[in-house]
């Protein structure tokens, strides 16, 4: 893949510029009193981590850092090294932790399907039965399974274990069948030896049913969940021509990195650090340490590799986001794996950035690079990280960690030109030494912005109207709500319509300047008349109302206005 060019190099709409330094440069440090920079986002409320979960003589320490999120109902579901909380956010604006579930393992990664929790677990410290004394007790890497149904009384029902462990899993259903769920398991830790988990080894490439080069697909049945099983072993990297299962890029085509530093992590691709499943189109895409893969999961037991992508730049493929519409997706990149500072003012935009690729006819093409804007110091760790879209009806919109980096609200709808049009930050943890901290994942879920920050807890934010993004559109993603959500586990949106969506629609044309006059002035005069007749209860009116501006609306740049108008209409 060739690099895009220095796409973030100068100013860019939403960001700074040199007459208007951006507020993110300088932030004073502090643990839970560093200074911050905002834009185009209110926050509402920070939680600290709960006892038992942060060490406040050390709030980065490895054992107690804050992973990633999922969320069920009015909970979410927050990671951590040391187990999992559970808080309330039925209130955005005042989060109650309701359950703390101490477990330790490490990497402690949640998702939720139903009343069941699943959760990672990497280190040799873990023990089946969650004990804190690692010296004893029966070791455990593998998947864990709890049963939420009473949610201040969560119970571990299963335990898979797994030859390496488990980085990170990714939930998988199957349309066709609602009586199970899939997990498939990217396991990225050294091979357990034979002795703790039966045929378990180390074996090259070519030698007998080696535990590397795969992901493990596990079987979980809703109504018995402590019957989950592997099924199958899939051997995602195979190169096609020759039957190596060790088909992919097998470490750096360079000695050193485009920086010039070392290589860290190496593009080994021996497993995926995540998998993002999206079963409504039947594609997962893959971000498997040195090369990004789609996948085909319409038959979930037994995915199968379509496509594959590498990047010279890219040290470590780490997740994937697809677009709503399945026709984009974005990888990140976690260049230093996630602890080194590598959003300084001498790192190039495509270090450690998402790259942005079409998918044309099964097929990836690359568009571009995105990386935060702003640069970082050298006490900060910061590199691309988890993020999510945020449901706004006709545009490509996502929110993404960036560990002390903070978060970016970018659009992407126009692939090759990436922008962003929303932040927040915070100064480093210590102003001399990187301690870790920043965003591990920030996600929508039901009208917010969710992060959990590894030292400092859980941040809730509202999206601002701005110039970039209007209140229409911040209402109509609002107006979308889901039972549940998991990064990894994209659901098909879908816009009930409303005066909010057709609205979104309306100012987006007016943003592009593409209505023209006198039919801006028109189609607001509409919306707003058949709006207040909607509300008077005078459907014949709002009917007519729109039906009428529709029948004026032509030209093909203007349909998805047209269609949510008629849409809107039908629904009244």
């Known amino acids: 893949m060739i690099a895009a060019g220095l796409l973030l190099a100068g100013a860019l709409p939403g960001t700074?510029?040199?007459?208007?330094?951006?507020?993110?440069?300088?932030l004073g440090a502090g643990w839970l009193d560093a200074e911050t920079a905002i834009s185009n986002l209110e926050h509402l409320a920070n939680r600290p981590k709960p006892a038992g979960f942060v060490d406040p003589n050390n709030p980065g320490a490895g054992s107690f850092i804050a992973s990633d999120l999922g969320f069920g109902g009015k909970y979410a579901f927050l990671g951590n090294y040391n187990g999992f909380n559970i808080v309330d956010v039925s209130k955005p604006a005042d989060p109650a932790l309701v359950t703390s579930v101490v477990c330790p393992g490490g990497q402690g990664d949640p998702s939720v399907f139903g009343n069941l929790v699943f959760m990672s677990v990497e280190e040799t410290r873990g023990r089946?039965?969650?004990g804190t004394n690692s010296s004893v007790g029966t070791r455990f890497q593998g998947v864990r399974i709890f049963d939420v149904s009473d949610v201040r009384n969560p119970v571990q029902v299963a335990a898979v274990q797994l030859c390496r462990g488990s980085h990170t899993h990714t939930v998988v259903t199957d349309p066709k069948d609602k009586n199970h769920v899939y997990i498939y398991n990217s396991g990225t830790a050294g091979v357990r030896p034979a002795s703790t988990l039966e045929g378990c080894n180390n074996n090259p490439a070519d030698g007998e049913n080696p535990s590397r080069w795969r992901i493990e697909v596990i079987k979980v049945p809703l109504a018995a969940p402590h019957q989950a099983a592997v099924v199958n072993e899939a051997r995602l990297f195979t190169d096609p021509a020759t039957g190596r299962i060790d088909g992919l890029q097998n470490g750096p085509t360079t000695p050193r990195h485009p920086s010039g530093g070392t290589w860290s992590p190496s593009p080994n691709t021996n497993t995926c650090h995540d998998i993002t499943a999206y079963p409504e189109i039947g594609l997962a895409a893959g971000a498997c340490q040195g090369n990004g893969i789609l996948v085909d999961i319409s038959d979930p037991a037994n995915p199968v590799r379509i496509d594959e992508v590498s990047d010279p730049n890219?040290?470590?493929?780490?997740?994937?986001?697809?677009?709503?519409?399945?026709t984009k997706v974005i990888f990140t990149d976690e260049w230093g794996g996630g602890s080194g500072a590598r959003c300084r003012d001498t790192d190039q935009p495509e270090?450690?950035?998402?790259a942005i690729f079409d998918i044309v006819d099964g097929k990836m093409e690359f568009r571009s690079y995105y990386k935060l804007p702003a640069p970082q110091t050298l006490a900060e760790n910061c590199v691309a990280h988890n993020g999510s879209l945020i449901p706004v009806p006709g545009r490509d919109?996502?929110?993404q960690a960036w560990y002390q980096g903070g978060l970016s609200v970018f659009d992407f709808t126009d692939s090759a030109n990436p922008r962003e049009i929303a932040f927040f930050d915070r100064g480093p943890i210590n102003p001399d030494r990187i301690v870790s901290g920043g965003?591990?994942?920030v996600y929508w879920y039901n009208g917010n912005l969710f992060g959990n920050e590894m030292a400092r807890g859980l941040d809730v934010f509202a999206l601002k109207p701005s110039q970039h993004l209007s209140a229409a559109e911040i209402k109509a993603a609002s107006q979308v709500k889901l039972p549940e959500f998991n990064a990894q586990h994209q659901p098909k949106i879908e816009w009930t319509p409303s005066f909010a969506v057709a609205r979104a629609h309306y100012d987006q044309a007016v943003r592009a300047n593409t209505l023209g006059h006198p039919m801006t002035s028109q189609v607001d005069k509409f919306l707003e008349r058949a709006e207040k007749f909607a509300a008077e209860g005078k459907r014949s009116a709002a009917v007519a109302q729109l039906g009428a501006i529709s029948n004026q609306i032509r030209g093909d740049e203007h349909q998805a206005l047209k269609q949510a108008i008629l849409d809107l209409r039908a629904s009244l």
Request: charged letters at 15%.
């Open 351 to 354: 270090w450690g950035a998402n």
């Open 397 to 399: 919109i996502m929110v």
């Open 439 to 441: 965003y591990w994942s």
């Open 128 to 130: 089946v039965d969650c």
């Open 314 to 326: 890219f040290a470590y493929w780490h997740s994937a986001t697809f677009n709503n519409d399945g």
């Open 16 to 26: 700074a510029s040199a007459a208007e330094p951006d507020p993110r440069v300088g």
